[in-house]
């Protein structure tokens, strides 16, 4: 996007990020979407996110280790190995999605997410297909919240949100982690319904702090570096769960 700078990476090392854990909506939960507590997930599968940082990735080792699912960045700043990353991991037979990096100081939710869509952030529910997810964070360039108030920074979160559900029938998964949730929206439950949530918090438990609303986490990003390359993931379910999220989570 014209504007964006290069990050190398997400920003992951600010002592008061705690990388906090996502949700399901408690609509998603009603269709039995998600059965385990926020206090431990019962089944698991794993999975891992990557960005231009990691360069061309070695797919089938990814997934001959154990990888099943994999985000892949495309925007926030163009991922100059998007293809590589997004195809690849299809072809070895991983369920894939791709995320956008907000700048909420930048330009709008909507023409970001406009963005994002049109280079590499589309869904075809095809049950091989993750939606397309939000990374929202601290912001690696200034203000912790982008110069945005807890409700400005809600109202650009939706837009972004209704826009992508405008272009691809699917609600994004927001990747956040609680602190920032909390000390950026307030502990924002508009999207609890909505939205399938994504937390970083890089321990060996699952994530209990969670967005207001929310019933259990979704995604949950638990460690930097690992077995994987890029950051590891779990998703809170059966595979049969993640490809019902990958086919339509509305």
């Not at 399901?24 to 940082?53: K, N, R």
């Not at 960045?73 to 956008?100: D, E, L, W």
């Not at 972004?160 to 994004?172: G, Q």
């Not at 994987?228 to 509305?250: E, I, K, M, R, V």
Request: some cysteine; hydrophobic content about 35%.
């Amino acid at each position: 996007m014209s504007g964006f700078q290069p990050l190398v990476g997400r920003l992951r090392t600010k002592a008061c990020a705690t990388l906090a854990a996502v949700t399901v909506g408690a609509a998603m939960l009603t269709a039995g979407f998600v059965g385990a507590t926020s206090a431990q997930a019962s089944t698991v599968v794993y999975g891992m996110d990557v960005s231009g940082y990691q360069g061309n990735v070695a797919w089938q080792t990814a997934y001959n280790n154990g990888a099943r699912f994999a985000y892949v960045k495309a925007t926030g700043y163009t991922n100059p190995y998007f293809a590589q990353q997004y195809n690849g991991s299809y072809n070895v037979g991983m369920i894939r999605g791709a995320y956008h990096f907000a700048h909420p100081d930048y330009s709008s939710g909507s023409y970001q997410a406009d963005y994002f869509i049109n280079n590499g952030g589309g869904s075809s529910g095809d049950g091989k297909t993750l939606p397309p997810a939000l990374d929202i964070e601290y912001n690696p360039n200034g203000a912790t919240c982008y110069g945005l108030s807890q409700a400005s920074m809600v109202s650009w979160i939706a837009s972004f949100s209704n826009e992508v559900h405008a272009r691809t029938n699917k609600y994004p998964m927001i990747y956040t982690t609680f602190d920032w949730w909390n000390t950026c929206t307030g502990n924002s439950s508009a999207f609890a319904n909505t939205n399938p949530f994504w937390i970083a918090i890089y321990r060996s438990t699952p994530p209990t702090s969670i967005p207001a609303g929310t019933a259990t986490w979704t995604m949950w990003q638990n460690a930097s570096s690992g077995v994987f390359p890029g950051d590891q993931d779990q998703f809170n379910g059966s595979y049969t769960q993640l490809q019902a999220l990958a086919t339509n989570h509305d």
